[in-house]
Nanobody, 125 residues
Framework: VQLQASGGGLVQAGGSLRLSCAAS????????MGWFRQAPGKEREFVAA????????YYADSVKGRFTISRDNAENTVYLQMNSLKPEDTAVYYC???????????????????WGQGTLVTVSS
């Protein structure tokens, strides 16, 4: 599966953004999807993930209650709604796909085999 992330930009602290990740291929509905981010000088870290059906979602503690992951299998797209953004949310955000309906460790980079190109989110204070 090929992934194309979009929706990044510059936003003030407290603002909102919605990221989108469009996937190619006819098997999108069989994939667990995830969002990760990488801030300058830091390692890539888990943000959120969603099972193939959308029934199960997972979040990093740092974004729980502020970010919401969702998917539209008819449109082959996964979303990340980001509210109450903070300067520490500044990073390049990557979407990723894992060819399983449900991942036991969706927080691990190694659980995902396909990655998008990343979209930059900058939160100003």
């Amino acid at each position: 599966v090929q992934l194309q992330a979009s929706g990044g930009g510059l936003v003030q602290a407290g603002g909102s953004l919605r990221l989108s990740c469009a996937a190619s291929g006819r098997t999108f509905s069989s994939y667990t999807m995830g969002w990760f981010r990488q801030a300058p000088g830091k390692e890539r870290e888990f943000v959120a993930a969603i099972s193939s059906s959308g029934f199960s979602t997972y979040y990093a503690d740092s974004v729980k209650g502020r970010f919401t992951i969702s998917r539209d299998n008819a449109e082959n797209t996964v979303y990340l709604q980001m509210n109450s953004l903070k300067p520490e949310d500044t990073a390049v955000y990557y979407c990723a796909a894992s060819p399983v309906r449900y991942s036991t460790r969706p927080d691990l980079l190694t659980s995902f085999g396909s990655w998008g190109q990343g979209t930059l989110v900058t939160v100003s204070s």
